[in-house]
């Protein structure tokens, strides 16, 4: 079972990135899938999160607005598109699975991160 995260990369301050995060080894359609965040020095935290039917997103204070998170069942796949991006955004963006949708980190299945930077 794996979740890949891809897309990250640098831009500057206001420009956008793409954020994808595949799933393999298994189906997450049924599952919510999230997006959190860990800066250097600080915790992780919660970004976006969309329900199995796309019928529900949930989004971080600090994005809202700017980030808009949706999924491709499909494909097995949730993206996270990030405009007006911003200096404090940079991070490792990690994507997750859970059963259920939720702004926690009890997430249960994690992929690998992807470091977004923005530059001022």
């Known amino acids: 079972v794996q979740l890949q995260a891809s897309g990250g990369g640098l831009v500057q301050a206001g420009g956008s990135l793409r954020l994808s995060c595949a799933a393999s080894?298994?189906?997450?359609?049924?599952?919510?899938r999230g997006w959190f965040r860990q800066a250097p020095g600080k915790e992780r935290e919660f970004v976006a999160a969309?329900?199995?039917?796309?019928?529900?997103?949930y989004y971080a204070g600090s994005v809202k607005g700017r980030f808009t998170i949706s999924r491709d069942n499909a494909k097995n796949t949730v993206y996270l598109q990030m405009n007006s991006l911003k200096p404090e955004d940079t991070a490792v963006y990690y994507c997750?699975?859970?059963?259920?949708?939720?702004?926690?980190?009890?997430?249960?299945?994690w992929g690998q991160g992807t470091q977004v930077t923005v530059s001022s």
């Open positions: 997750a699975a859970n059963p259920v949708i939720s702004t926690a980190g009890n997430y249960g299945y």
């Open positions: 969309i329900n199995w039917s796309a019928t529900s997103a």
């Open positions: 080894g298994r189906t997450f359609i049924t599952y919510a």
